[in-house]
């Protein structure tokens, strides 16, 4: 009976399936065609994406990551879900509907968080696509896995924030605005209460950027991940995001809704994979028959039929709780894990059967494929999420309470 409930209710909500038709629409129409410019990530590439955030804004399209009072067109993460799986079918859509990361988790903490002041100055003009933003928590010296041991430092010296520094990964990071940087404001406190948040404008004296070439990702722009050194970089009090020591309360708020968000955009990508497994497959003859007549590819396009179909009803109840304001935890750090694997495996088997054709830039494979390898990295890797949800569930136990599936 609860799973029966549970399915009705993650059934797409009322006028989802035109909007839906309205992105799948604007990808076939603009998107795909324009994949292999995108991809030289150069003038020419750049100039074509302004051009089609221009169409996606005209066409109603745009920011369907955050609700219309923080200036998007969002209607909830059940619905931008189910949107996602036709956004997310190339790497390049987000950024051609404003919803890119990190600028979509920013977004969504200054939304929540950020004072009048500060979403009048970074908010606005970040949701509308006139700046871009970074998210500066990860850093050389201490594990991204474990932030509480983070090191950079912020000190109030009068109504000054004065950050002292070194970050790494800091996706976006070049040519961004600004970025949200999290530094120890009192190292003494309890380690969930040591860091802070605090915007730091990229051109601060002190803020030097410094781009990392990274597996799969050529660099340029929103596709940097950057070191950033902080030297005695001074800001206004006010930059700071909620009250000191609240650092890791609103990472948790950005974070969670940031790990969904890359999940719902791999169910896209799983998916075209998936197509384009099977299209190969019906079309390829080796040994005197068709590649999906053979027993092995039977079982990959079995297997990942199931896997896509987990991960999307995973992903589709995660977004449900959240929307009723579960922080859902368990279910995230779930199907960030999950879905990681199904994603990587999904798209080497689409490769393999792709023979060497699947390693060419004739099919968008092997970017998807680059893409998603660091997708078992970033946002915490798959053995911190499974730490949190065995814990969370053996925690369960030890109060005597077991853990019920519903
Ligand atoms: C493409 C990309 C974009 C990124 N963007 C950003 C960004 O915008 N901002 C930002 O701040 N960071 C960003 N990151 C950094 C990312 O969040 C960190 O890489 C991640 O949190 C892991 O931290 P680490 O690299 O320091 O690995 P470490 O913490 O050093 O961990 C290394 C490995 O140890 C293993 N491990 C760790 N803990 C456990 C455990 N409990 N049990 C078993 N094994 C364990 C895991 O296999 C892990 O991969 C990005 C990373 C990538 C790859």
Known sequence: MLNAMAVTELAPPPGLTELRERYRAFMEEHVYPSEEVLDREDDVADALVSELRDRAKADGLWAPHLPPEAGGTGQGFLVYAYLNEEIGRSVW????????????????????????VQKERWLAPLVAGEIRSFFSMT????????????????VRDGDD???DGQKWFSSGAEGAAFGIVMAVTDPDAEPHRRATQIIVPADAPGVEIVPTPVFGHRGRGWTTHCEVVYRD?????????????????????RLGPGRIHHVMRWLGQMQRAFE???????????????LADKQTVQN????????????????????????????ARVEISLIKFYAARVLNEVIDRAIQVHGALGLTNRTPLARMATHARAGRIYDGPDEVHRMVVS???LAAFERGEGWRFS
């Open 391 to 393: 814990r969370r569930i």
């Open 93 to 116: 859509a987000q950024l051609v509907f404003g919803c890119q990361a990190p600028d979509a988790g920013n977004g969504e903490i200054l939304h929540l968080f950020g004072t009048d």
């Open 300 to 327: 990959w396009i079995a297997d990942s039929a199931a896997e896509i179909q987990a991960c999307r009803l995973m992903t589709l109840d995660a977004a449900h709780r959240i929307d009723g304001g579960d922080e």
């Open 276 to 290: 384009l497994l099977c299209s190969r497959a019906l079309e390829r003859e080796a040994f005197g028959s068709r």
């Open 139 to 154: 850093e050389p010296d201490a594990p991204g896995s474990d932030p509480t041991t983070l090191r950079t430092r912020a």
């Open 233 to 253: 970089v001074r800001v206004p009090g006010g930059n700071s995001l909620g009250e000191p020591g609240d650092g890791f309360r609103i990472a948790q708020k």
């Open 161 to 163: 924030w004065v950050i």
